[in-house]
Structures are given as structure tokens and as C-alpha cells.
């Protein structure tokens, strides 16, 4: 069973440009969430995200930022316009169905670079 | 917001040693969970913790969910090379699988 997959692992982006972030979550899992790391810091949660359905965005900046699970295919973090503050590392976990002892796997992440 | 605050930043420990980091935060939480994260890679559970006083193991590891709910620690013990990494608590109001906060880390070296 493979695990979550992100892709790409690393993406550079010049500002102004848009980065897309994809991720695959594990087999049988129908929820994902985003969170998104700085160097030497925590992972910050961003947003929940069940198919079709977002269920908890308050960790996503009010502009700029996107996500969605769409029925089929992978879910997607949008950055429009990027700036060299989203410079980071962005992981995605997913779970199976919510519970409250579902554990959330991880994927390897991507390493956004804003020139 | 809610914060994890998490101590030791690092520590520098000898094969064999046993080590203990904890995390405490300004607000409770009733699921407190312990990840390591590798270089370049995403953060792995190691224990999960759902019940206030509540004390886990997984091999070398030992982690407990403090009375309070505001708190946790984890124990390794007898560290060995591969121990290496940085070590995040998190923890949820409702269970593992909604959002997560993460404490600021422990990043653990360890010298043969």
C-alpha cells in the first residue's frame, strides 16, 4: 500500500508566478489536510479537506491560497501570485474515515522556493 | 492562538543515554500526539495519547499525556544513532484526525 505522494518535491517559482501542489493520499482515505512548515519551525495546519468538501480552513491565508479534493484525482494546493514569504515546505496528511483515533500519515512534502 | 511550547530546542546525548523532552501548552487539548521528522521527509507517529494520565510505550519510547491536559513528555531510552532527528509534539481538541498543532521541537544528536 503506497504511502501519501506529493508531487513535485521540489518546485521554484519566480513572484508573481502560481504554484500547484499535489497530493495523492493514501489508499482508501478520503481525507486530507495541508499543513505548511518554515525552516526550523513547527508544522502550521492549514486546511481540511474532505472529497469535495472543504471542512476546516481557518489555518489558510484569506488571499492567494486555494485548496480543493475534487471526486476524482488528487487534492491541490493553489498559491496565486506567489511572494518570496511562501517559501516553505508543504505537507500533506490524509486519513481514513473520521474518527476520532484515525491517524494522520504524511507525505514527504514539497519545498517551494520563491525566487 | 494555541501554542506548544517544547523543551529542550536540542540536546546533544551519547549512544546509550536515555532522553526525556516535553512539550506544554497555554490551552488543553485531549489528544496529544508524538512525531519524529527526518531530513527532507514528513513527520512520523510515534505515540498517540487520548486519555488524561494516561502513560504509552512503543519499544524505547514512552510518552505520557499530563492530568492537566496541558502537557506531555516523552522518553526515549537508550538512544541509539538512528534516534537522530528532530522530535514535534502535537495535539487536537477532537481526536487525531482533524486539525493539528504542533509544538516548535526537540532536535535530538546523538554522539557515539
Known amino acids: 500500500n503506497a504511502g501519501v505522494m506529493q508531487n513535485p518535491r521540489h518546485l521554484v517559482r519566480r513572484r508573481g508566478q502560481e504554484a500547484r501542489l499535489r497530493c495523492s493520499p493514501m489508499?482508501?482515505?478520503?481525507?486530507v489536510y495541508w499543513y505548511r512548515q518554515l525552516p526550523e519551525e513547527g508544522l502550521k495546519f492549514m486546511v481540511y479537506l474532505q472529497k469535495e468538501n472543504i471542512i476546516d480552513e481557518s489555518g489558510m491565508p484569506k488571499e492567494r491560497f486555494s485548496a480543493e479534493f475534487p471526486k476524482e484525482g488528487p487534492s491541490i494546493l493553489r498559491i496565486q501570485q506567489v511572494v518570496r514569504g511562501d517559501s516553505a515546505a508543504y505537507f500533506c496528511a490524509s486519513s481514513p474515515v473520521s474518527s476520532s483515533t484515525d491517524t494522520q500519515y504524511f507525505g514527504p512534502g514539497t519545498r517551494l522556493t520563491v525566487l | 492562538g494555541q501554542q506548544l511550547n517544547q523543551s529542550p530546542q536540542s540536546m546533544f546525548i551519547q549512544e546509550g543515554e536515555d532522553v526525556s523532552m516535553n512539550c506544554t501548552s497555554s490551552s488543553i487539548f485531549n489528544t496529544w500526539l508524538w512525531y519524529k521528522q527526518d531530513p527532507g521527509e514528513g513527520p512520523v507517529l510515534l505515540i498517540a495519547l487520548y486519555k488524561a494520565g494516561e502513560l504509552t510505550s512503543n519499544g524505547r519510547l514512552t510518552a505520557q499525556f499530563g492530568i492537566t491536559r496541558k502537557d506531555s513528555f516523552l522518553n526515549i531510552s537508550a538512544s541509539i544513532p538512528s534516534d537522530v532527528g528532530i522530535y514535534f509534539c502535537a495535539g487536537s481538541l477532537t481526536g487525531t484526525a482533524s486539525k493539528l498543532t504542533f509544538g516548535t521541537g526537540t532536535r535530538l544528536q546523538v554522539t557515539l
Open positions: 489508499k482508501g482515505h478520503s481525507h
